[in-house]
């Protein structure tokens, strides 16, 4: 796929909130559209093509004065640069989202929170495991306070991701705990079991961690996100592909060399047809 900068794969007109479109102030990014554009991005594995939109688009949003629409793409940005490992451009996303949060008024809102915690995965990501922390016990707060139902799925997210940098930090108690309540949350609907799966095999990492490979819990924790990768009630989308490249090298790391190259390969498969 041709991933340059050209018009034809960044251009989006622009929508205006008023009939005077002569007037820059009012005038605002097509957040849903570049949204949809970079789902066809994700959807063939083009990152670099994902990259060029996004950065395009900021430069667009900064241009106008669209504070609003400057954060939907930095917080796109955020998990972007976690997967393209641009640390560097992955830390000035944090930055510039939080930056944005307090300019637009949203940092106490629940979509506010979510940007927090894609801040917060992304400063675990580029080593910065006590940052991570204070941004997801800040997120915790404002989904607490805003009525958010501890069985909610924006608290699985914000438990599994929670886990992961605590057991960075080695506290290993309260990690599993967090992934033991993500379990719980994502276990219960089919549009969820991925992350279920997901949220196993970080649980069989962290008792390596803790207790050694020859604990007897890491092998229920793979067997349990195997049958959830082969439910066949599962879409096999792009997300699905995301998850199966996720999870094979923990399989792999694990012994379970036949199932990471088949979880490769569908993912292989999953992004040739798209």
């Known amino acids: 796929m041709n991933t340059?900068?050209?018009?034809?794969?960044?251009?989006?007109?622009?929508?205006?909130?008023?009939?005077?479109?002569?007037?820059?102030?009012?005038?605002?990014?097509?957040?849903?559209?570049v949204i949809e554009k970079l789902d066809r991005f994700f959807d063939?594995?083009?990152?670099?093509?994902?990259?060029?939109?996004?950065?395009?688009?900021?430069?667009?949003?900064?241009?106008?004065?669209?504070?609003?629409?400057?954060?939907?793409?930095?917080?796109?940005?955020?998990?972007?640069?976690?997967?393209?490992?641009?640390?560097?451009?992955?830390?000035?996303a944090v930055a510039r989202a939080l930056e944005l949060l307090a300019l637009?008024?949203?940092?106490?809102?629940?979509?506010?929170?979510?940007?927090?915690?894609?801040?917060?995965?992304?400063?675990?990501?580029?080593d910065e495991p006590e940052k991570a922390v204070l941004l997801y016990e800040k997120a915790t707060k404002i989904y607490k306070d805003c009525g958010v139902l501890e069985d909610d799925l924006q608290f699985a997210a914000l438990y599994n991701n929670f886990a992961i940098t605590l057991v960075d930090l080695e506290n290993f108690e309260r990690a599993?705990?967090?992934?033991?309540?993500a379990i719980a949350i994502t276990s219960r609907q089919v549009e969820s079991l991925l992350d279920c799966a997901v949220s196993y095999v970080n649980l069989a990492h962290l008792y390596e961690r803790w207790q050694g490979i020859e604990n007897e819990h890491i092998e229920p924790c793979l067997k349990k996100a195997e049958a959830l990768l082969g439910d066949e009630r599962l879409n096999q989308n792009a997300y699905y592909a995301f998850v199966c490249e996720k999870c094979a090298p923990s399989f792999d790391y694990f012994g379970y060399f036949m199932l990471a190259k088949k979880l490769n390969d569908k993912a292989r498969e999953i992004y040739g047809r798209s």
């Open 104 to 126: 637009t008024g949203k940092a106490e809102t629940i979509s506010g929170a979510t940007i927090l915690i894609n801040a917060a995965t992304t400063s675990k990501a580029f």
């Open 44 to 92: 063939t594995n083009d990152l670099a093509g994902a990259r060029s939109l996004l950065e395009y688009w900021q430069a667009e949003a900064q241009s106008v004065g669209d504070a609003s629409g400057e954060l939907s793409i930095v917080n796109e940005m955020l998990g972007l640069y976690r997967k393209t490992a641009e640390k560097e451009k992955g830390q000035n």
């Open 4 to 33: 340059d900068n050209s018009a034809e794969i960044l251009k989006i007109d622009f929508e205006c909130s008023t009939c005077n479109k002569a007037k820059m102030a009012s005038r605002h990014i097509p957040v849903q559209r």
């Open 176 to 181: 599993k705990e967090f992934y033991e309540k």
